[in-house]
């Protein structure tokens, strides 16, 4: 099983809204990853989870706040957002072995539209 | 600065016909490469991988890639393209915990 499912699917949210984008994993990675993606453009990475610590955070607005409960999940907290952060939002994950070569893994995304 | 590029913003084939769509790395050691795809507002499907060895990399779907490190490239290449490969292709750098991505080829495909 190589899926990462991500919950909703779309979202539509008001600048004054508090939500939450779900992210979960079966595969036994131990590290995790939230990119935003704007039409027409690659997939940026915003956050870094590995062994449900934070590791990187690339500079993103506090209005973003992620969460790794588990070690299967990953959530993506939302507030007081702007227009300008709407988005396709991905969830990916990967092996964190470093005697191994490793790739990411995908879910469908959460197409997020801020009104 | 590690970073890939995809030259062709658009291409544009024929079903049937032979596609290749082109990667250039710059890596300071051995590079960790991907070809992703993505159909319009959906998640990255991986295509294929190379880490090391045989320089030519069997992905799924139909899709093989060539790593020349003499060019820096990696590009991806199917031998009859069928419609429903229209999509938008990604070439990216690794490792997985720090990836970054080409800006994209997005292939039509004709009947």
């Known amino acids: 099983d190589t899926e990462v499912t991500q919950t909703p699917k779309h979202l539509v949210m008001g600048m004054t809204n508090k939500k939450s984008l779900k992210c979960e994993q079966h595969m036994g990675h131990r590290a995790m990853y939230w990119y935003k993606q704007k039409a027409k453009k690659p997939p940026e990475l915003m956050f870094v989870?590995?062994?449900?610590?934070?590791?990187i955070n690339e500079s993103v607005p506090s209005r973003f706040s992620p969460e790794c409960p588990n070690s299967s999940l990953l959530n993506l907290h939302l507030h007081a957002l702007q227009p300008e952060d709407s988005a396709l939002y991905l969830c990916?994950?990967?092996?964190?072995?470093?005697?191994?070569?490793?790739?990411?893994?995908f879910g469908q995304g959460t197409r997020l539209t801020v009104v | 600065a590690q970073s890939v590029t995809q030259p062709d913003i658009h291409i544009t084939v024929s079903e049937g016909a032979s596609l290749e769509l082109r990667c250039n790395y710059s890596?300071?050691?051995?590079?960790?490469l991907f070809w992703y795809v993505q159909s319009p507002g959906q998640g990255l499907q991986l295509l294929l991988k190379y880490f090391s060895g045989d320089t030519l990399v069997q992905g799924i779907k139909g899709f093989e890639a060539e790593f020349k490190r003499s060019q820096s490239s990696f590009n991806l290449r199917k031998p009859s393209v069928h419609w429903s490969d229209a999509a938008e292709y990604f070439c990216a750098g690794g490792p997985a915990n720090n990836l970054f991505f080409g800006t994209g080829t997005r292939l039509t495909v004709i009947p």
């Open positions: 990916a994950s990967s092996q964190m072995d470093r005697e191994r070569d490793t790739e990411a893994f």
């Open positions: 989870y590995s062994y449900e610590k934070l590791s």
């Open positions: 890596y300071g050691a051995t590079p960790y």
